[in-house]
């Protein structure tokens, strides 16, 4: 069935506009906030990351209170010390393999990390508690940061976010027509 006539005109015009380069800056923030807010990851990939993420955190619980209570039972009782012991060995048993789902883990755990060892020191008066919230400056170094290095030094980021960081900030840059503007990422192969 074709399209009515009216919506071939406008299916034109739209192309066409597209097309312009006086407007590329602008059109390229619509693209690039079309591409934030598309999920690309196909549902496979994300149902098997999750079963890994779940297995390797059932795995470490495990590992964890084992060598805690055997630590305990060891020297018959609980120290703090256990803990850290523990732990460190079932990270490096369970989280220590180098891989996707591993090193997104790790990370999230290393930014939470330092915002308790921050509270910590704060809390135990080795940093100055802060006059202001310093989470805006920090959010602006974090942003500021990771741009930069991804226009300027791109190797030095993890592969996963170098793909997202290319999806959404280059590919936002090219378009062909109105189906690779808004419904697809790039020009489909058959075109």
Not at 27 to 38: D, E, I, P, Q, T
Request: a positive charge.
């Amino acid at each position: 069935m074709a399209a009515p006539p009216q919506l071939r005109t406008l299916l034109l015009a739209i192309n066409a506009l597209l097309r312009k380069r006086r407007y590329h800056a602008a059109l390229s923030m619509l693209k690039g906030f079309r591409n934030g807010a598309v999920l690309r990851e196909k549902l496979w990939a994300i149902l098997q990351a999750t079963y890994t993420h779940s297995r390797n955190l059932a795995s470490f619980v495990f590992t964890y209170k084992g060598l805690c209570a055997l630590q305990s039972h060891l020297q018959g009782e609980t120290y703090q010390v256990h803990s850290f012991v523990a732990a460190f060995l079932g990270g490096v048993l369970v989280f220590g393999n180098n891989n996707n789902i591993n090193s997104q883990i790790n990370m999230y755990l290393m930014s939470r990390l330092l915002f308790a060892l921050c509270r910590l020191g704060v809390g135990k008066g080795y940093i100055p508690e802060p006059r202001w919230d310093p989470f805006p400056l920090l959010t602006g170094l974090v942003w500021g940061l990771v741009l930069w290095l991804f226009e300027y030094h791109r190797p030095t980021l993890q592969p996963s976010l170098q793909s997202s960081m290319t999806y959404l900030y280059e590919d936002s840059n090219v378009w062909h027509d109105l189906s690779d503007f808004l419904i697809y990422s790039k020009r489909r192969p058959s075109e």
